[in-house]
């Protein structure tokens, strides 16, 4: 059995975008994504276990669609999705800070419904950006459909569950490396993260973020891109900024990493924002 909500943004929504990052991103087995009709379906934590639940990213509001009839879990599931899908942030206060910036300005206008996609899962996101080292978002996507299919856990929706830290921590190198297809420093530091998460780490947006972006800063593998990424798309820091992320750099018009950082200046508090804003005038053609 299954319930459905209809989830209303604060503010304005761009849908088009919204439904592109979902469906660039989609890790094959785990995620099932439909362009034309701009929904994704995956599994979500749940205190029940994991429900597959699909999002229709609509013009005005997003369509959520869960397989469960349980009341806890279903709220639970709204709570997810709205965090997951940046629905609640005043995306008016964005525009009102970022308007008056020569380059931010044009963009805020043209698209003022633009959300700051994060991930549902935290473990996920980690081991996707890790992935996502220096290779393209559709390499990124394959990899991790590689190693879902390794490690992962079937379910009876047809979706496979992404690997827990655990069974990614007690992989054999070698096989990890050559089910994936990785460099043997990429596997290396897939298994660091996966083990400094099952010893404790947590990767939770409530908690101290210059603490969490240290103990990251401090697994192998891990550089400060890594831990940028990772603090404007799992920790929801609105004034996260990824200095080093070379699609930004180039939309900026600003090959240095030091020059971007400190150009980011004067688009605080909401540097995550313009950063959304960037990336998406330099990779998302189709409306």
């Known amino acids: 059995m299954s319930r459905t909500a209809v989830l209303t943004p604060n503010g304005a929504l761009d849908a088009g975008p919204m439904a592109a990052i979902l469906a660039n991103h989609a890790i094959p087995g785990c995620e099932v994504t439909d362009r ?8 979500l934590a749940t205190p029940g276990g994991p429900r597959s639940v699909t999002v ?3 013009p005005d509001d997003v369509e959520l669609t869960a397989d469960t009839d349980d009341d806890v879990e279903f709220a639970h599931l709204v709570r997810t999705t709205r965090r997951w899908l940046d629905l609640d942030t005043d995306t008016d206060a964005v525009v009102r800070a970022l308007d008056s910036d020569p380059l931010l300005g044009p ?12 991930y549902p899962e935290a473990f996920e996101a980690a081991i996707m950006t890790v992935l996502g080292q220096q290779v393209s978002v559709a390499a ?29 921590a007690g992989a054999p190198a070698g096989e990890l490396r050559a089910a994936v297809g990785v460099t043997r420093t990429r596997a290396a530091t897939l298994q660091n993260v996966a083990r400094a998460v099952a010893d404790g780490l ?3 947006a409530d908690g101290d973020h210059a603490a969490l972006r240290r103990e990251l800063l401090a697994i ?20 996260a900024f990824t200095p ?38 330099a990779t998302y053609s189709e409306d």
Request: proline fraction near 7%; glycine fraction near 12%.
């Open 140 to 168: 990124g996507a394959t990899f991790g459909g590689r190693l879902a299919a390794a490690y992962g856990t079937a379910s009876s929706a047809g979706l496979t569950l992404f690997p827990s830290p655990r069974a990614l």
């Open 244 to 281: 080093g992320d070379l699609v930004a750099r180039r939309a900026m018009g600003i090959p240095g990493i030091r020059d971007a950082g400190r150009r980011s200046e004067a688009w605080r508090p909401y540097r995550a924002y313009a950063l959304f804003h960037l990336w998406t005038s």
């Open 220 to 239: 192998p593998g891990i550089g400060p891109w890594s831990a940028d990424y990772l603090a404007v798309r799992v920790l929801r820091d609105p004034d």
């Open 36 to 43: 034309a009709g701009r929904s994704h379906t995956r599994l």
């Open 202 to 204: 947590s990767l939770d």
């Open 56 to 58: 229709t990213v609509r």
């Open 107 to 118: 963009l805020v206008r043209r698209r003022p419904g633009l959300r700051a996609v994060g």
